[in-house]
């Protein structure tokens, strides 16, 4: 039920399709006797429409989320092994192309490829089923697998877990397929933005977790560049709204411990293998 109305909402809550709703609500509006009204909410609606793409709205947005974690460094910390997330995989594409096809997070598997060449003795999970509403038989791990060797890891080296439709599903499936166990220490890879949110959601589920951030959407600090096209504009506050929206939303439901977690939260001393 959860995931039904977090996509059922989500459609509605988008930036793009609030702001193009509300334009239209104003168009119709204004063949009614509401007329004024109509012509302020399409007038207003609109011209959100094309402030938002333009203006840095969505690099404002995003930084936070991006600069909450530093980028990983082998110190040579001891770790058990390492879990990425889903969301660069399109699993119905690759389907239909009969190869890899992916998003703009593509990151996060060349960072899984990087991180199974360089450590050849620890395991490496990768989660990801289908976060598509209307169809659930085409899931990332599994386009994922067929196609792993183009990624130049040999079959057989990655760890595959398919059942999760989101993240907080990815931290509670992926305890079965890694066994865990109090001690335990994961690298995380995950794209920048989407750290902050993940990491709040396996710490709640018990794993001590090392961020390894990836697929950086901004230059870093200072980046306040206007969008040369509408279309990147919106994008980008799409991604950062969806976070911060998830954020608040996994927190008052009580899949996290805090608002917004960080190295130096409350959370981060979360016991590993103890279950929410």
Do not use: C
């Not at 063949?31 to 429409?49: D, H, M, Q, V």
């Not at 997330?85 to 593509?106: F, I, K, M, N, T």
């Not at 439709?165 to 305890?175: C, D, H, I, P, V």
């Not at 600090?221 to 509408?230: A, E, F, L």
């Amino acid at each position: 039920m959860y995931f039904v109305l977090s996509k059922v909402l989500w459609f509605i809550a988008a930036p793009a399709n609030f702001l193009v709703l509300a334009t239209l609500a104003g168009a119709l509006l204004a063949f009614t006797r509401w007329k004024l009204l109509g012509r302020w909410l399409a007038l207003g609606g609109s011209g959100l429409l094309l402030l938002v793409g333009i203006l840095p709205v969505g690099t404002l947005l995003i930084l936070p989320l991006e600069q909450r974690f530093p980028p990983w460094r082998d110190d040579g910390t001891p770790f058990t092994g390492v879990i990425v997330l889903g969301g660069a995989p399109e699993p119905e594409r690759s389907r239909g192309r009969g190869q890899l096809l992916v998003d703009e997070a593509a990151e996060r598997l060349i960072a899984m490829a990087d991180l199974a060449r360089r450590y050849p003795d620890k395991p490496v999970i990768f989660t990801g089923g289908s976060g598509d509403l209307l169809n659930q038989a085409d899931t990332e791990a599994a386009v994922v697998e067929q196609h792993v060797a183009e990624l130049g890891v040999p079959p057989g080296r990655i760890q595959f877990e398919g059942k999760s439709r989101n993240t907080y599903e990815n931290a509670l499936f992926t305890r079965d397929v890694v066994k865990l166990q109090p001690g335990q220490r994961w690298l995380l890879v995950t794209s920048a933005y989407h750290m902050p949110r993940s990491v709040g959601l396996f710490r709640a589920a018990g794993y001590d977790v090392v961020p390894v951030p990836v697929d950086y959407r901004t230059v870093g600090q200072g980046d306040y560049r206007i969008s040369w096209t509408v279309g990147e504009g919106l994008r980008r506050t799409e991604v950062a709204t969806r976070e911060w929206i998830g954020l608040i939303a996994e927190r008052l439901l009580g899949h996290t411990r805090v608002l917004f977690p960080g190295a130096l939260t409350a959370d981060a001393a979360g016991r590993s293998g103890t279950r929410p």
